[in-house]
């Protein structure tokens, strides 16, 4: 199972932008981001596969972006216009194949995102 590292993340005031990053230990498929907001479920933010087709959660699409360099193994999530309703702990994923279930595949440490003025 790969092992993924992320970095990123922090306190933001409302509307502006943090960016983070995972590097997976090898390549696979599907890498993506979940958040866990405080006594809420895990849910997913977006996905990029190895082709580079992406989901995003209707929560965030045209806001957060992204993208992913397969030559480093890495993922990017960019995000923009933020909201306090974005602070969670956020997670990088990695799995195989793409899958509704949340619990699949390998994850990272988890990243604090903080939206507050």
């Known amino acids: 199972q790969v092992q993924l590292v992320e970095s990123g993340g922090g306190l933001v005031q409302p509307g502006g932008s943090l960016r983070l990053a995972c590097t997976a230990s090898?390549?696979?498929?599907?890498m993506g981001w979940y958040r866990q907001a405080p006594a809420k479920e895990r849910e997913l933010v977006a996905y990029?596969?190895?082709?580079?087709?992406?989901t995003y959660a209707d929560s965030v699409k045209g806001r957060f972006t992204i993208s992913r360099d397969n030559g480093e193994n890495r993922v990017y999530l960019q995000m923009n216009s933020l909201k306090p309703e974005d602070t969670a702990v956020y997670y990088c994923?990695?799995?195989?194949?793409?899958?509704?279930?949340?619990?699949?595949?390998?994850w990272g440490q988890g990243t604090q995102v903080t939206v507050s003025s």
């Open positions: 994923n990695a799995r195989p194949v793409v899958s509704a279930k949340i619990y699949v595949g390998a």
């Open positions: 090898g390549s696979i498929e599907v």
């Open positions: 990029v596969m190895y082709g580079g087709m992406t």
